[in-house]
């Protein structure tokens, strides 16, 4: 994989028919793409049929995709939208008629391992248990903020929504884990964007 090559570049040459930069970015994101469908279904295989229908259709439609994206942030729009038609065609657990109606389902769990002490072991079981107890789209976009690294303006795009919702999305779950939380808000901050 060519770690060195920017997304901008690789995406410019997918538009002009490279393949091998089509495949440079499918190594680069289809691990966190899938990682971020499992988010939102529990049925593994189809999650991995949609990742693979977005890069078919990037590859299809390459001619006419956007010159200026941000490619992570379109990417994982574009898993999003794929699934919430897949949920609206199969009819699964109730008609979904938009990407609003789906539920972020990953649990997040900070790595046992990398703790060392009791207390800070307890601190973080209580901030798993304060994250999982967020609403879907506020864990969500914590997921996307923290984890996958994505600006306010990139969540508001995968969400498909204004900046100022997105913002608030955020706002309102760290507020939520302020308030919840007793101890210091280092700790907090610290361990969702190392382990987030």
């Known amino acids: ?3 060195d090559i920017s997304d901008e570049t690789l995406w410019k040459s997918l538009r002009e028919g490279n393949e091998w930069a089509f495949s440079n970015l499918f190594e680069r994101y289809f691990r966190s793409m899938v990682n971020y469908g499992n988010s939102l279904m529990s ?3 189809k999650v991995q049929d949609c990742v693979q229908d977005v890069f078919v259709d990037l590859w299809l439609y390459r001619h006419s995709l956007q010159d200026k994206v941000v490619v992570k942030a379109y990417l994982l729009s574009s898993v999003r939208k794929r699934i919430a038609r897949l949920y609206e065609r199969d009819h699964i657990f109730r008609q979904t008629t938009s990407v609003e109606g789906l539920d972020f389902l990953m649990d997040f769990s900070i790595e046992e ?5 009791e207390i800070t072991a307890s601190k973080v079981t209580y901030l798993n248990k304060l994250i999982n107890a967020l609403p ?12 996958q690294g994505l600006t306010i303006e ?3 795009e995968t969400f498909d929504i204004n ?3 997105a913002n608030n999305l955020v706002f309102r779950a ?4 302020r308030d919840a939380w007793s101890g210091d808000l280092t700790l907090v901050f610290i361990l969702l964007s190392r382990f987030f």
């Open 1 to 3: 994989m060519a770690l």
């Open 43 to 45: 049925h593994s295989d």
């Open 113 to 117: 391992k990398l703790i060392h002490d």
């Open 136 to 147: 879907a789209r506020q864990k969500e976009a914590l997921y996307l903020r923290y984890h």
């Open 154 to 156: 990139q969540i508001s």
């Open 163 to 165: 900046y100022q919702s």
């Open 174 to 177: 760290l507020k939520h884990l």
